[in-house]
């Protein structure tokens, strides 16, 4: 199965506060802000700008979403998309929200990711541009 990933543009850190943090306002002013809190760490997706240089961080990354949304059924859909990045040895770091996964990926690999993407079959899109909905990619 094919699927079309949507490129955001923002740059984007990872940051690891304490246990039981307070998430600061700093935080949620992005484009994408995803926190997870386990009893050892409390960890942030974030906009990159407003991050202090202080906060324990890593970044840049570029997101992709992949167009959706999924259901909660589909199997394989992660696997279908990072095989191709680790076959090139591209990182990434994932985050899954209720309508689709996100997969972002070192901001100095994106263009990289997207003509490996590309390659296995998959569509790439800018999140401006408008979806392409005669191939029926990215429905389930």
Do not use: Y
Request: charged letters at 20%.
């Amino acid at each position: 199965m094919s699927h079309t990933l949507v490129r955001h543009d923002e740059d984007l850190v990872v940051v690891r506060l304490g246990p039981g943090a307070e998430v600061p306002a700093w935080a949620s002013s992005g484009s994408l802000f995803s926190v997870t809190a386990t009893a050892d760490e409390t960890s942030l997706v974030c906009g990159r700008a407003g991050v202090p240089r202080k906060a324990r961080q890593e970044g840049p990354f570029t997101a992709f979403a992949v167009e959706g949304p999924l259901d909660f059924s589909l199997t394989g859909v992660l696997s279908t998309l990072l095989a191709p990045l680790a076959a090139s040895e591209i990182p990434v770091f994932t985050i899954s929200t209720f309508d689709t996964d996100w997969i972002l990926v070192p901001a100095a690999r994106a263009e990289d990711a997207s003509q490996e993407w590309r390659r296995a079959g998959h569509a790439v899109r800018a999140v401006h541009e408008p979806t392409d909905t005669s191939s029926g990619e990215g429905t389930p």
